[in-house]
């Protein structure tokens, strides 16, 4: 199963697939990292290059890596 994260939870799950719900922050110009605002107000920087599905609805995006 794929379980739903935040930015505090994140680090228990190193190594497993996880979803993560937040708000896009910040993407590097040729959008390949992204800095998310996860539900608990935490920052979580992504590589898309590890990215298994990336869902961009607006500013908020669903990830699952």
């Known amino acids: 199963s794929m379980p739903y994260v ?3 939870l994140l680090p ?3 190594g497993r697939t996880v979803r993560l719900i937040g708000r896009l ?3 590097s110009p040729d959008g390949q990292r992204l800095q998310v605002e996860a ?3 935490g ?3 992504i590589s898309r290059l590890n ?3 990336l869902f961009i609805l607006s500013k908020y995006l669903g990830v699952i890596w």
């Open 51 to 53: 990215v298994t599905t």
């Open 6 to 8: 935040n930015a505090a």
């Open 12 to 14: 228990k799950y190193v």
């Open 39 to 41: 539900a608990d107000g």
């Open 43 to 45: 920052t979580v920087i």
């Open 25 to 27: 922050s910040q993407a």
